[in-house]
């Protein structure tokens, strides 16, 4: 793992007052469990509340992308330690798969999971990547300029929201991009969905085409 921060308090504790200067007051913070998979359960094509989702896209600022905010990695600490002895990768991994078997210090050892990307059904761990459903690097760009270093910490660690276990094909396909340049190949409905709701939670504004892109595909769920 690549940080040994304790970052459970964060995670358990009520929710952080994210990105105050840029965020509504009366932004609309939906419950987790909507868009994420029962523990010991694979993510598959996921049941849309469509309304809702169309509610909370209307409900996001749109601006410009901000292009001109400084973005390091390693100003997002990520893995770090949120359960027992289990970093942020391996809660994951032991959540959204079956049959998980965990060695010493939380090592996943072996399991089955399903890419909700792409279908694909993975038997290896170390043949997944743990992907941030909105990439930091987006996040950087989407109104969190003023976030503190404890708010860059709870949103690459939340394995509730914003993590998601999926082939390492599918999330190089990804990259940093937005719904306006890549979408998944199945459960486009599903994703869109996931993506405003992570986008709402953190407060995270939307820019024009991206807005245009998700409403569209929200059109035909």
Do not use: F
Not at 48 to 70: I, K
Not at 77 to 104: F, M
Request: proline share 6%.
């Amino acid at each position: 793992m690549t940080t040994h921060t304790t970052v459970r308090a964060l995670l358990t504790a009520a929710p952080i007052a994210l990105a105050t200067a840029t965020t509504p007051a009366a932004c609309h913070v939906p419950d987790h469990t909507t868009v994420t998979p029962a523990a010991g359960t694979a993510p598959t094509a996921t049941a849309v509340d469509v309304a809702g989702a169309r509610r909370q896209l209307a409900g996001l600022r749109v601006a410009p992308a901000d292009t001109g905010a400084h973005y390091s990695r390693a100003d997002w600490p990520h893995w770090s330690i949120v359960a027992g002895d289990c970093d942020a990768r391996e809660t994951v991994l032991r959540n959204q798969g079956r049959g998980v078997t965990t060695g010493a210090h939380c090592t996943v050892t072996a399991g089955t999971w399903t890419s909700p990307y792409d279908g694909t059904t993975v038997t290896r761990p170390g043949a997944l990547d743990i992907d941030h459903m909105v990439p930091l690097a987006e996040a950087a760009r989407s109104g969190t300029r003023g976030w503190t270093r404890a708010q860059r910490e709870r949103y690459p660690n939340d394995t509730r929201l914003v993590l998601v276990a999926v082939t390492a094909k599918s999330n190089r396909s990804k990259g940093d991009q937005d719904p306006a340049h890549w979408l998944p190949a199945r459960d486009r409905c599903g994703y869109v969905a996931h993506w405003v709701a992570v986008k709402a939670t953190y407060g995270m504004t939307v820019d024009t085409a991206e807005h245009d892109a998700i409403a569209s595909v929200l059109t035909h769920c």
